[in-house]
């Protein structure tokens, strides 16, 4: 009986927030032996249906079968007993206890807990798959793939025989990611059945036998890896042919605009964020930023614009017009009356790029509340450039006083850049510019980066993807905990040298 | 198994707030009222009278007659001058709950204009220099009370909550000391102040209700149309944000305290001038909180505190007439008035959240 082949059988499950539909009548199939990817934009209802695995949703409609036989999922609890271990996005480990620790954190105990056991155990469940992890290390001193490490082992102490991954290598270097997938395919090999939640086509190439693909909530079909190409899974995930080339022209009168030296500053627990960092920037391009998370990329762009406390160094900014100023040790408010034309989209859109409560013409306001003399504000001029960057930009919104924390991520992302480049920039520093959106609006706003760099402006383009990055920047400064680590030419370096550059300053192995 | 299978009995889901219906919301919060009204009736039946008599005992309390409403009026103006005085600092998410203090100052500022300036008996007629100046002080002395705590959250990140909290002690401490001591006419009072120093009556109340109605047209306006409204919202929205559009956070905070605390220390004024034409550490009595009250139900919308204010001002009115002509204990009418504003806050719950009962045709029970 084919019902028998599956491990796991998800039939015509359904499950809707509110009025939002995230999974609509979802079936899907998880064999031994097996890698799936779910593929699938953001907001396609891939976490959402994985998440009913887990036990931490529960379906409105639909049946979960295991091994054939229908079966209840209401708690974290029921997953595991089912055999089921999710590796969320966000980990979820104490930072206090060793890794040990951690994984026998939770599980229930018949005698006293048996520490020296567990290390054993963990030990043994490293070297079976190929985990390079000390059970005794502490949480806090271990880096981010350690940790993930850490959650992969807690879900298989607890005897998993399906694992769940939930975007498992958005924070990892192209070298830990082959390291993640090669424990993978032990796991395979070893007959456990495998989702990898992902939206990075060449990774779905690389590591899954098999790919179902979602869209909008809906399941559109699987495929085998090995009969497909990432431009039909691409059409698949949207719908629709889309064309996957970032166009990159040359600025021909590139001259410089920026210029960072010996910058350095320290976040509020006096921890050293940036460390005598220095680079030049040129009017007419595109100078990309890599690195892994955290490695100082919030810390640079903030102290240009004047939001982040600079222990030492200068920034110069030498105005098409001629001359030079220093921008350190001037507010946001007095680089602006400087007559510095800087515009800034951050990472956290709503949270400081923002007003969320306010629509659209309140939200371009943020820029220029302060024009005309008089306690009063106007709303004219806010308003035509709302109307502006909502036909330009093709916003979808119920209308400009509808709050922009209500609409979409992609719709959200396009009212800031819109602001932003309203005010024809001479830099203009985006923070994972991307991140979020669908492919549709990715495309958009790359090529509004590449038209900015085309009249002339200096673009820093913080980044995580790594293809991208080769594929729209002309340079790339690759950061490396708070250090220059090296810049490379976009057109020639390859994604394994900018991966050594992020782990170590230099790209040396071991340092 | 079937037991397992089975969904929850009732789910919350979150409304979409676009969605629904105004008219809706209005009747689930009418709903509210009515439903506090009816625990109510369990409380007065509770304590031995008939519910529907003392409902309309409450009513005619405070609407009856002509002489009632005024003393209804007269409970519902500080109340709303003081919603008035908090909505900015709401609006900026700084919780400002000192405006009992602030009131007290502004009162203290007032009452000693009024030592300063009134010295020999002037007739009795109101004398608008004297006001004026009383004014102007209240608001000064409110507005520094208010600018302290503001201060040092711009400068230490110090926690306005508390500290707000503590000044209302500090200066409700400092005029029972002048009440007992150094200004003390007789019995531990103050000297009631001349008739030169009372507002003057406009239809038959202190014209204090006069100057808070123009406050709810000024406030609506500085919230909705100024470049300092829209830094208040700005702010309130995500401190971060102001930060990168420019704004400086700390003198914004310090200027919509001063401000703040400018109008509770007006309302100080009035209650001494207008209402009690005296000083007493009690002279703030509790308004600054139940304000607080105010402001939320209404939203922070200037308009919306008219109705608002004017309701607690029946509720208690009416809780003042039960009490004496139905000799209901006092703490009736406190439940009373507690069980309103709390079915009315809680009903916010329900217009942003919808519960779903299983149905009873369970789609899992089939698989047993």
Redesign the interface.
């Given at each position: 009986m084919e019902k028998n082949c599956y491990a796991i059988e998800l039939k015509g499950i359904s499950k809707h927030?509110?009025?939002v539909i995230a999974n609509d009548s979802i079936d899907l199939g998880l064999r031994r032996g097996e890698i799936l990817a779910l593929l699938g934009e953001n907001g396609s209802g891939k976490t959402t249906l994985m998440n009913m695995l887990a036990g931490i949703y529960?379906p409105?409609?639909g049946?979960i079968l295991a091994d054939g036989h229908?079966i209840?999922i209401?708690s974290p609890k029921d997953s595991y007993a089912h055999g089921i271990g999710m590796i969320h996005q966000h980990y979820k480990l104490v930072n206090v206890f060793t890794a040990a620790e951690n994984i026998v954190l939770g599980m229930e105990h018949e005698k006293k807990l048996d520490i020296a056991g567990a290390n054993a155990k963990v030990r043994e469940i490293c070297a079976r798959y190929g985990f390079e992890i000390d059970p005794e290390k502490k949480v806090y001193d271990m880096s981010v793939s350690e940790k993930q490490t850490v959650e992969i082992v807690k879900v298989l102490y607890r005897g998993a025989e399906i694992l769940i991954l939930d975007e498992p290598t958005a924070v990892l270097t192209p070298q830990e990611t082959e390291r993640l997938f090669a424990v993978l395919r032990n796991m395979r090999d070893d007959n456990k059945a495998i989702v990898i939640i992902t939206h990075k086509l060449n990774e779905v190439m690389a590591i899954s036998d098999k790919v179902a693909v979602l869209r909008k909530g809906k399941y559109i079909g699987t495929v085998n890896t090995a009969e497909t190409n990432p431009q039909a899974l691409t059409d698949m995930m949207v719908g629709r042919a889309v064309t996957l080339n970032i166009d990159r022209p040359m600025y021909e009168h590139q001259v410089e605009r920026l210029r960072v030296n010996g910058l350095s500053c320290y976040d509020h627990e006096h921890v050293k964020k940036l460390d005598g960092v220095s680079f030049t920037v040129m009017g007419g391009e595109i100078l990309g930023v890599a690195g892994i998370a955290g490695s100082g990329q919030k810390e640079l762009l903030e102290s240009i614009?004047g939001?982040c406390p600079i222990a030492e160094g200068s920034i110069l900014y030498y105005p098409p017009e001629g001359g030079q100023d220093e921008l350190v040790g001037k507010?946001?408010?007095q680089i602006?009356k400087k007559g510095v034309s800087l515009a800034?989209i951050?990472e956290?859109r709503?949270?400081?790029?923002?007003?969320?409560?306010?629509g659209m013409t309140?939200n371009m306001?943020?820029?220029s509340?302060?024009k005309g003399s008089g306690?009063?504000?106007r709303r004219k001029d806010p308003k035509e450039l709302a109307n502006k960057v909502l036909n330009d930009l093709e916003v979808v919104t119920?209308g400009i006083e509808?709050p922009v924390r209500?609409l979409s991520g992609g719709n959200v992302q396009k009212v800031l850049v819109g602001r932003e480049i309203a005010t024809s920039p001479s830099v203009l520093m985006t923070a994972y510019a991307v991140r979020g959106l669908d492919i549709n609006t990715s495309y958009t706003i790359y090529n509004l980066m590449t038209e900015q760099k085309m009249r002339g402006a200096a673009v820093i383009f913080v980044g995580e993807d790594l293809d991208v990055l080769l594929e729209l920047c002309d340079r790339i400064l690759v950061l490396c905990g708070g250090r220059v680590s090296g810049v490379v030419d976009a057109r020639t370096a390859t994604k394994d040298e900018i991966g050594l550059l992020m782990t170590s300053v230099g790209g040396k192995e071991g340092a | 198994m079937d037991e397992k299978l089975k969904s929850p009995l009732i789910r919350l889901e979150k409304r979409n707030k676009s969605t629904i219906k105004p008219v809706y919301a209005w009747l689930i919060r009418l709903g509210s009222i009515l439903f506090a009204l009816l625990l109510g009736c369990i409380a007065i039946a509770l304590a031995g009278s008939n519910p529907i008599k003392a409902y309309g005992t409450m009513l005619d309390g405070a609407l009856g007659n002509a002489a009632f409403r005024q003393q209804t009026v007269k409970k519902a103006v500080p109340l709303l001058g003081c919603a008035l005085a908090i909505a900015p600092c709401f609006k900026m998410r700084f919780w400002n709950i000192g405006a009992e203090g602030q009131i007290t100052a502004g009162a203290l500022a007032a009452t000693f204009m009024v030592r300063l300036l009134a010295t020999k008996p002037e007739g009795n007629s109101a004398s608008l220099p004297l006001l004026l100046c009383m004014a102007l002080a209240a608001m000064l002395l409110g507005g520094l009370w208010a600018l302290i705590p503001a201060f040092f959250k711009a400068k230490w990140n110090t926690n306005e909550t508390l500290f707000t909290l503590m000044m209302n002690y500090i200066i409700i401490g400092v005029v029972a000391w002048l009440q007992a001591g150094p200004w003390e006419a007789r019995q531990g009072r103050i000297a009631q102040f001349p008739q030169s120093a009372w507002l003057p009556k406009v239809e038959g109340v202190h014209c204090g209700w006069i100057i808070v109605l123009v406050l709810v047209f000024i406030i609506h306006i500085y919230m909705r149309h100024t470049k300092q409204g829209y830094e208040i919202a700005v702010i309130g929205d995500s401190l971060r944000t102001a930060q990168y559009a420019g704004m400086n956070v700390g003198r914004i905070m310090m200027r919509t305290m001063f401000l703040s605390g400018a109008i509770s220390g007006l309302v100080g004024f009035i209650l001494c001038s207008g209402a009690t034409n005296t000083l007493s550490k009690d002279i703030a009595g509790g308004v600054g909180f139940t304000s607080i009250t105010v402001a939320w139900l209404s939203q922070l919308n200037a308009f919306a505190m008219v109705a608002i204010s004017l309701m607690l001002g029946i509720l208690t009115k009416g809780a003042d007439t039960l009490q004496t002509v139905m000799n209901v204990p006092a703490a009736i009418s406190d439940i009373i008035i507690g069980l309103l504003l709390f079915c009315m806050l809680g009903c916010e719950f329900f217009i942003n959240y919808r519960l779903i009962l299983r149905k009873k045709a369970g789609k899992g029970g089939a698989a047993a």
């Open positions: 927030f509110g009025p529960l409105d409609a049946e229908p209840s209401r614009a939001l507010s946001p408010m602006r800034f951050p956290d709503l949270g400081m790029g923002l007003v969320g409560s306010m309140g306001m943020l820029r509340w302060r306690p009063f504000v119920p509808f209500k | -």
